[in-house]
């Protein structure tokens, strides 16, 4: 009865590779964000969805793509991977009001 | 534009002492306020929410919170703290229509024995 989950937990790769990570929820949230987490603990806003439409993109890479199948649903592509790509990523959910549930974090390392 | 300023980066403290977390927000609109706590290697784990109402916010294990209007204020406050809160501790605020959360650099609470 997870209400958000993400995979995997953990991703070490090597530069220069794609990988995803995925969540999903189950609240009936209709809104979905990527936070990212970098060295520091500084946690920051990458994507937002509400019902499969993107509403926040803020000033990320394009090697880094969201796609959204479905409201339960939002993935994370990233494209050719660099070293400060590094980092936990977070997914959440929430309703319009902002009280969201986060996933656990996908902790990527990247060689 | 918001933002969230927290004041400490590190708060050390004794077992058994009391503790205040300072928190300070910026906000041009009305705004939904915050308080996460994350263990070391853990996700973020919610400890209290400010929507409206009452200004005094409990949360769990103990924290509660005071929403300052004028002071643009929301400082997390535990009477007595344990081994077991020490943690890195942020506070968020939420108010633009897409509802995403502005957080500020956290505070590292260190409780010694």
């Known amino acids: 009865d997870t209400a958000v989950s993400q995979t995997p937990k953990y991703l070490v790769t090597q530069m220069g590779n794609d990988k995803s990570i995925k969540c999903e929820q189950n609240?009936?949230?209709?809104?979905m964000y990527w936070y990212k987490q970098d060295s520091k603990k500084f946690l920051k806003i990458m994507f937002s969805?509400?019902?499969?439409?993107?509403?926040i993109n803020e000033t990320v890479p394009n090697r880094f793509s969201p796609k959204s199948p479905d409201k339960a649903h939002l993935n994370l592509h990233i494209n050719s991977l660099e070293l400060g790509d590094s980092a936990v990523y977070f997914c959440?959910?929430?309703?319009?009001?902002?009280?969201?549930?986060f996933g656990p974090g996908t902790r990527l390392l990247v060689l | 534009a918001q933002s969230v300023t927290q004041l400490d980066s590190q708060v050390p403290v004794f077992e058994e002492a009391p503790v205040e977390l300072r928190c300070n927000y910026s906000?041009?609109?009305?705004?939904?306020l915050f308080w996460y706590v994350q263990y070391p290697n853990q996700g973020l784990q919610l400890l209290l929410k400010?929507?409206?109402?009452?200004?005094l916010v409990k949360g769990i294990n103990g924290f509660e919170a005071e929403f300052n209007k004028s002071q643009t204020s929301f400082h997390l406050r535990k009477p007595s703290v344990h081994i077991s809160d020490t943690a890195e501790y942020f506070c968020?605020?939420?108010?633009?229509?897409?509802?995403?959360?502005?957080f500020g650099k956290g505070t590292k609470l260190s409780v010694k024995p």
């Open positions: 959440a959910s929430s309703q319009v009001s902002g009280t969201g549930s």
């Open positions: 609240l009936g949230h209709d809104t």
């Open positions: 969805y509400n019902n499969k439409e993107l509403i």
């Open positions: 906000s041009s609109v009305s705004v939904y």
């Open positions: 400010y929507l409206s109402g009452s200004t």
């Open positions: 968020a605020v939420s108010g633009g229509s897409q509802g995403n959360l502005i």
